[in-house]
């Protein structure tokens, strides 16, 4: 029998809004940005409802499957979406709202990732700019397990690498020239920990 939820062990960040003072960067985090019992609703729905897949990629010719699992939605109206690909659901929409109200920008695809255990991560990398453009901004969106996100400088390696703890309901923008000079990662660990959810919500092309 099941005593309790995951959703009871997850905690909220209580550093409210910070401006991250970085050089050739835009970071923005706001901890708390959804309630806790918003956050619990998103990431027990969320779980549960999308259809989950594992993803492919190739590295010097060779393939191999990512540590995490991977979910993408976007408007029909997105050059080269698929016509028959998910229907946003209420719960993305509504969190999509909230996203665009806050940064008075409009976001039109959602890449979703689903890190299951301490064994899921993300390698150092720079985000794709084959549909977002050079400088994406790429709004996050955490629900579930505390994990570290790190960011290190590209090319002044003076820089100390940034290590922020992304909690359950927190909010972290990425903007201006933050992908062409920062790396960001998620690293694995050998603790137990519960999955973590991330949305990221991202500006990919339109028709013309």
């Known amino acids: 029998m099941t005593l309790f939820s995951d959703t009871e062990l997850f905690t909220t960040g209580q550093a409210g809004k910070k401006i991250f003072d970085l050089p050739d960067c835009e970071l923005i985090l706001i901890d708390n940005f959804f309630s806790k019992e918003e956050s619990d609703s998103f990431y027990e729905r969320i779980l549960r409802k999308t259809k989950w897949r594992e993803y492919e990629m190739e590295v010097y010719d060779k393939t191999y499957t990512v540590p995490r699992m991977i979910a993408w939605y976007e408007d029909k109206d997105n050059v080269g979406a698929d016509p028959k690909g998910p229907d946003w659901t209420y719960e993305l929409l509504k969190i999509r709202s909230r996203v665009e109200k806050e940064t008075q920008l409009d976001f039109n695809s959602l890449l979703l990732n689903l890190y299951r255990n301490g064994k899921d991560g993300v390698g150092w990398h720079s985000d794709r700019e084959d549909n ?61 920990v519960l999955p973590r959810i991330n949305l990221t919500f991202r500006q990919t092309q339109r028709n013309a």
């Open 132 to 192: 977002s453009g050079k400088d994406p901004i790429i709004a996050s969106v955490t629900f579930g397990e505390t994990r570290i996100f790190k960011l290190r400088h590209k090319f002044n390696k003076e820089i100390p690498q940034i290590e922020i703890p992304l909690h359950h309901g927190s909010f972290l923008l990425m903007a201006g020239t933050t992908n062409s000079f920062w790396q960001h990662h998620v690293p694995k660990t050998a603790r137990k």
